[in-house]
């Protein structure tokens, strides 16, 4: 019976593990966005909400970020290398909301997870724009009319997600020929 029971939960993980699928990484031009937008410390500070911060707004686990495995005041370059970690979760959340054959250059893809990095998955996930890119329209006018809705915060339009808005569809708009989704894993 323990024999079986430990075959059934192996199995199970490797469904689930098969059912995700991994997100590509941004390019560096996405990075440099979300870098702007989020702004630099170079030293821990507390966020609004008393959590340990540093670099591009990373959230750190220990009070004075002791497990970030860079020295600390923290570099430019550093604190870009803490973003690139960061960006794995909206990078993921982008590629499995997304449906075959939705197809993304690098950087549509960018400003799609700078996006989601700023307004969170559940967001990206119920929203109007992933739904159209899913029902097949065209990625740039997707982009172009939805991205700049999200100019809200606490019911106030902001002028710098409305900036960020603009240059995310900037991104987007930029030609490239570099592929990132469909994503082959998935
Ligand atoms: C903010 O978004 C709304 C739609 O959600 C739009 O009507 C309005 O023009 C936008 N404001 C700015 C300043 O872009």
């Given at each position: 019976m323990v024999r079986l029971a430990i075959t059934f939960a192996a199995l199970i993980a490797v469904s689930t593990t098969q059912a995700q699928c991994t997100g590509p990484p941004v390019n560096q031009?996405?990075?440099?966005?979300i870098a702007e937008f989020e702004g630099f410390s170079a030293d821990v500070y507390n966020d609004?909400?008393?959590n340990p911060t540093i670099g591009?707004?990373?959230?750190?686990?220990?009070?004075?970020?002791?497990?970030?495995?860079?020295?600390?005041?923290?570099s430019e370059a550093d604190g870009k290398r803490l973003l690139a970690d960061d960006v794995i979760p909206p990078q993921n959340c982008i590629t499995q909301q997304t449906a075959e054959p939705v197809t993304l250059n690098a950087n549509q893809y960018g400003a799609l997870v700078s996006w989601a990095f700023n307004v969170g998955c559940g967001n990206s996930g119920s929203s109007s724009l992933i739904t159209r890119l899913n029902n097949?329209?065209?990625?740039?006018?997707?982009?172009?009319?939805?991205?700049?809705?999200?100019?809200?915060?606490?019911?106030?339009?902001?002028p710098g997600l409305v900036r960020r808005r603009a240059a995310?569809?900037?991104?987007?708009?930029?030609?490239?020929?570099?592929?990132?989704?469909?994503?082959?894993?998935?």
């Open positions: 031009a996405t990075i440099d966005l609004p909400t008393g591009y707004g990373h959230l750190c686990q220990q009070s004075g970020c002791s497990e970030i495995p860079y020295s600390i005041p923290l097949g329209e065209d990625p740039q006018t997707v982009i172009a009319e939805e991205l700049p809705r999200w100019n809200q915060s606490g019911g106030q339009v902001l995310e569809v900037g991104l987007a708009g930029t030609a490239t020929s570099d592929p990132a989704l469909p994503a082959g894993t998935c």
